[in-house]
């Protein structure tokens, strides 16, 4: 999905509020023009060099821009030259959003460590070993040290599960591309060329900087550290039995490509909890179209699935067997009460229309992408709904499940409704940019036909979500700067009239920051999964 203008004023919103103006304008930069160098982002912003450079680097440390190096051909006796570019990565600025998320998931199935872990990686952005070790002893209220081992136990678990990896190559080279490196693909003899898209810079930039999946997710750890968080010299390369040996300052690490002067730097994985959340949203999909039946059987099977479906996306879970989803479904608290019979009956409900999953040779498999499909079509006709009331809903619908264009006697006749009142609740529609209207003109009469363009519309109202989530993000943001003063007084001062006051002002900030989070959940609809 393409950046929407509102989109990019929501991103340059976010960074400014966590970083400052400075940094803000040099990221809306960024996003507006694309790829740049630094010479052309001072020209732009018409910031000072070391500021830019300063504002880069914590873009950079906090995972929101890319550098990478450019080859451009040089003249008749000239080399070629290497270029330094920045790009920023707008779905990371949008995951800011969503870092509370990312630690509920966490919450649910590791330890605190665990937690404290990620937490510090979504604070920080990215942190070397040492400075995980360090954090997680400086944030530790028991008074006892936590030891290396611990930390590293963890990190591993963490990793094995994805939720960490490696960072990405600071500054990749990419090769110029000519238009001969992506040919026209044919579709047959006599079918004319599907020209494929060649990928924009932007995604050559962040494809060539992510690292092989055996670096990206390996667990060789960089520094053998003692629990001071210091290199240790007396211990022993082969810490755990089992675990791969810890390599000497003079040897080179094969498995993690790192030498003895690289650091390794972890960070969160936003790609895996986005996936995670993904599921959560077909689960609710799933529920509220169902029942907690058939959404305990989805789920069971993307238990089941879970470890296959990383190793490779597609648009479907791994296919499995109505044995190994019921083996799956009795694990869980809620699957116990189902018998076999139940499963059984909750995957004939699953295949029927709207078909959220796929059944083939008694092989059942979980549709993502017509699921997902279903819940954008919900959550625009519940928009229609309460912005135009029951009619122009259903009118609406109609024409988004037809799919092609229809003429207002037959809409009118279908949702048995006046003509002359279908017509103008269409034309509320078309001027809302909901509907595409055509006109059809035979000899005197006048025909008007309407459609819905969903690849138009699914933009707009994304579009439309992203003005909202702005403001609401700055109202929370005056609200807050309005009541400074209450928010100050310290709470054992706060009598009569204030504590009223910062009762309203919490009550107020609940409710707005769970708006925020409700519509990040509808922009993670169409915008990332």
């Not at 490696?166 to 079918?191: F, M, T, W, Y």
């Amino acid at each position: 999905m393409v950046k929407t203008q509102h989109g990019i004023k929501y991103a340059a919103h976010l960074i400014t509020n966590h970083f400052g103006n400075l940094v803000g304008k040099v990221c809306e930069c960024l996003l507006r023009r694309g790829p740049l160098n630094l010479q052309a982002i001072i020209r732009f912003t018409g910031v000072k060099e070391t500021s830019v450079k300063n504002s880069l680097l914590v873009l950079i440390q906090h995972n929101c821009v890319q550098s990478f190096r450019l080859i451009e051909p040089g003249g008749l006796n000239n080399e070629p030259k290497q270029i330094t570019q920045y790009i920023a990565v707008f779905d990371n600025i949008l995951h800011r959003m969503r870092f509370s998320k990312f630690l509920a998931i966490i919450s649910q199935e590791f330890d605190k460590l665990c937690v404290d872990i990620v937490e510090g990686l979504l604070q920080h952005g990215r942190l070397t070993l040492k400075q995980i070790v360090d954090r997680a002893n400086n944030y530790n209220k028991t008074g006892n040290s936590i030891g290396l081992d611990a930390v590293q136990e963890s990190l591993r678990k963490l990793v094995t599960a994805r939720y960490v990896e490696h960072c990405p190559i600071p500054e990749p080279v990419l090769e110029p591309q000519n238009e001969e490196d992506a040919p026209a693909k044919k579709r047959g003899a006599k079918s004319a060329k599907i020209v494929v898209e060649p990928e924009t810079l932007e995604q050559r930039a962040l494809a060539a900087a992510l690292p092989m999946e055996a670096k990206r997710f390996s667990l060789v750890m960089d520094i053998e550290l003692n629990d001071d968080g210091e290199k240790d010299q007396n211990k022993s390369p082969d810490k755990h039995s089992g675990d791969k040996r810890k390599l000497d300052a003079s040897e080179p690490d094969i498995d993690s490509e790192t030498t003895k002067d690289e650091v390794v730097l972890w960070r969160a994985n936003f790609e895996e909890f986005i996936r995670r959340l993904r599921h959560k949203a077909c689960v609710e999909n799933v529920k509220a179209r169902l029942d907690d039946g058939a959404a305990i059987v989805v789920s069971a099977m993307l238990e089941a699935s879970k470890t296959e479906e990383k190793k490779v996306k597609t648009a479907s879970s791994v296919p499995l067997s109505v044995n190994s989803i019921y083996e799956e479904v009795i694990k869980s608290e809620k699957g116990r009460n189902m018998t076999f019979d139940h499963v059984r009956a909750a995957l004939v409900q699953l295949t029927s229309p709207p078909s959220f999953v796929r059944v083939d040779d008694e092989s059942y498999s979980i549709d993502f992408k017509h699921t997902i499909e279903v819940a954008q079509s919900d959550e625009v006709e519940s928009i229609v709904l309460k912005r135009h009331g029951t009619d122009a809903y259903r009118m609406f619908r109609l024409l988004l499940k037809a799919g092609r264009l229809l003429e207002t006697d037959k809409i009118a006749d279908a949702v048995f409704v006046e003509k002359k009142d279908t017509t103008q609740i269409l034309y509320k529609l078309w001027q809302d940019d909901y509907l595409i209207m055509e006109k059809l003109i035979a000899g005197t009469a006048t025909f008007l036909l309407w459609k819905v363009n969903k690849l138009v519309l699914w933009e707009h109202v994304l579009d439309e979500m992203f003005h909202a989530a702005l403001n609401l993000s700055i109202r929370v943001a005056y609200e807050l700067e309005q009541n400074k003063e209450i928010l100050d007084i310290p709470p054992d001062k706060r009598e009569g009239p204030m504590q009223k006051k910062y009762d309203n002002l919490r009550k107020m900030r609940i409710l707005m920051e769970s708006s925020q989070m409700n519509l990040d959940d509808a922009i993670m609809l169409f915008h990332d999964f």
